[in-house]
């Protein structure tokens, strides 16, 4: 079967363009957990088209291979995670993560894995990146588009289309980790599969329902990425 190719107009670059700037302009707290009707609340009937006929684009086609999760509402019961803070080498020594989410049970499983491990070895991990909703994956995956100049094949490899992250799924939502002293940091040679945090967690995080999503030469073709875990799996008593 041939398969018709994802044709975006002059006219819908221009589109793309006004409809960044107001989302942009619009901004807001709760930004990485905003739901599609906000978004669409902020644009005009051509904007919601575009985006509405983004949302069709299969990335597959693209070279990407990972799985599709579908589009979930925004859960109601995140958790509002501030002021974590890690070290630096800089006059003032931390830095400090914005606020982050998660759904309140990966948060409780979190904070208990987290316990064990100080309990262990004396460390704790920190939340990166948590929850964000499909919305703002959206926004991200334009924003991308707008930035490699529609090339469509380049933004699906730098950025998951809505629907294909594991940071968007409510039930199993992916946690990207990061130490107490900044490790994973891209301007940085320490690297987080060298910490004892992660020696921990490949044994220890299934029994808090953790899993490591894309392990070295992982079948979906992503990246290593030993900061990556998933929550989901079956878990007793917690
Ligand atoms: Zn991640």
Known sequence: MKIKPFTISENEKELVKSLLQKITETKRDRFSVVNLETIYGFLNKKEIAFLKKLLTLNPHEYGFKGEFFGIDDVPKDLVEIEGQKYEVDTEEGFAEIGVRYLPKKVYKAYTKMNDAMFNDIGKKLLIASGYR???????????????????????????????????????????????????????????????????????????????ESYPKDNEFGINYEPWHWKYGIMVKNL
Not at 143 to 166: C, H
Request: aromatic fraction near 18%; charge should be negative; include cysteine.
């Open 133 to 211: 909703s499909s919305a703002y994956q959206l926004f991200l995956f334009v924003w991308y588009l707008n930035m490699y100049e529609f090339d469509i094949e380049q933004t699906v490899k730098r950025v998951a289309m809505p629907g294909y992250s594991e940071h968007c799924v409510s039930d199993n939502v992916a946690i990207d980790f990061i130490t107490t002293n900044g490790i994973p940091n891209e301007n940085d040679e320490r690297r987080f599969e060298d910490t004892k945090e992660y020696e921990w967690l490949l044994k220890n995080a299934d029994k808090f329902g953790f899993k």
